[in-house]
């Protein structure tokens, strides 16, 4: 029983012709990630809406368009006062947004108020804001 070398190298040639070797990459894979995620981000987002949760009054005013988050004041129905979505006492307000002040001055303090919110406590939150140093201050409230 004899094999014969020719053979053996005419089949693995044949074999390697067969099964060449691809550098492709595969990217239904990846396809399939960015759509979970893109899915998963779509049902995330809304829920990641930060904030104290009150009734805003209806206005018809455009949207404003902020680059980054600016810092919020949110005056609640019961007379408490958030900065943030830290509760603080009406009396500390000045000196933590002084404090804020020293970091670096934001350009814009959004004021939330619940509609049912004394006027007189908006106008005191409005006052100790103005006296801190902070001049740009926009109400909020939710388009009609």
Known sequence: MSVSLSSLSGSSRRRGQRYKVRAEINVTPMVDVMLVLLVVFMITAPLMVTGVKINLPDARAKVLEAKEEPLTITVMSDGKVYLMET?????????????????????????RADKATDYGAVMDVMARVHSAGFTNLALVTEPK
Do not use: D, W
Not at 93 to 107: F, H, R, T, Y
């Open 87 to 111: 509760e603080i006492p009406t009396a500390e307000l000045v000196a933590k947004l002084s404090a804020i002040a020293e970091n670096g001055m934001q350009e814009r303090i959004f004021l």
